[in-house]
Nanobody
Framework: QVQLVESGGGLVQAGNSLRLSCQSSGGTFSSYAMGWFRQAPGKEREFVSAISWHGEHTWYEDSVSGRFTISRDNAKSTVYLQMNSLKPEDTAVYFC?????????????????????????WGQGTQVTVSS
C-alpha cells in the first residue's frame, strides 16, 4: 500500500513562490507516474501537472504552464511542485497522486491521465492560499 504525504503549503502573497513536496512510502516509487491536482472550495478536483516514472516527461494544465514545474527524485521517493508567480486563483488544496506505470524500468512510459479517477493513491492534501 502506497502512502503519500504532501507538505509545503501555506499563505503567500500574489507573485511569490511555494514549493510543494510529496513523500511516498510503502511501495516502489519509480513504478508510478505522479500527478498533482488541486481543489478549490465548491469546485471539482482538477489536474495541475504530472510526471513520468523516470521524470523525463512532464505535463501541465494550461493555466500553470510556464509558472509551475514538476520534478521527482526517485532516490528520495519524492515528487515536487515548484510554483512561481502565484495568483489568487491558484488558491486550493493541492493533492499528489500516484498511478501505476507498467512501463517502469523500460524505455517506455505511461502518459498519466488528467482524470483524478484514474489514479490509484492519494495524499491528504496541503492548503495553498494566495492573497492579492
Amino acid at each position: 500500500q502506497v502512502q503519500l504525504v504532501e507538505s509545503g503549503g501555506g499563505l503567500v502573497q500574489a507573485g511569490n513562490s511555494l514549493r510543494l513536496s510529496c513523500q511516498s512510502s510503502g511501495g516502489t516509487f519509480s513504478s508510478y507516474a505522479m500527478g498533482w491536482f488541486r481543489q478549490a472550495p465548491g469546485k471539482e478536483r482538477e489536474f495541475v501537472s504530472a510526471i513520468s516514472w523516470h521524470g523525463e516527461h512532464t505535463w501541465y494544465e494550461d493555466s500553470v504552464s510556464g509558472r509551475f514545474t514538476i520534478s521527482r527524485d526517485n532516490a528520495k521517493s519524492t515528487v515536487y511542485l515548484q510554483m512561481n508567480s502565484l495568483k489568487p486563483e491558484d488558491t486550493a488544496v493541492y493533492f499528489c497522486a500516484a498511478v501505476l506505470d507498467t512501463y517502469s524500468g523500460t524505455t517506455y512510459y505511461y502518459t498519466p491521465s488528467r482524470l483524478a479517477r484514474k489514479y490509484d493513491y492519494w495524499g491528504q492534501g496541503t492548503q495553498v492560499t494566495v492573497s492579492s
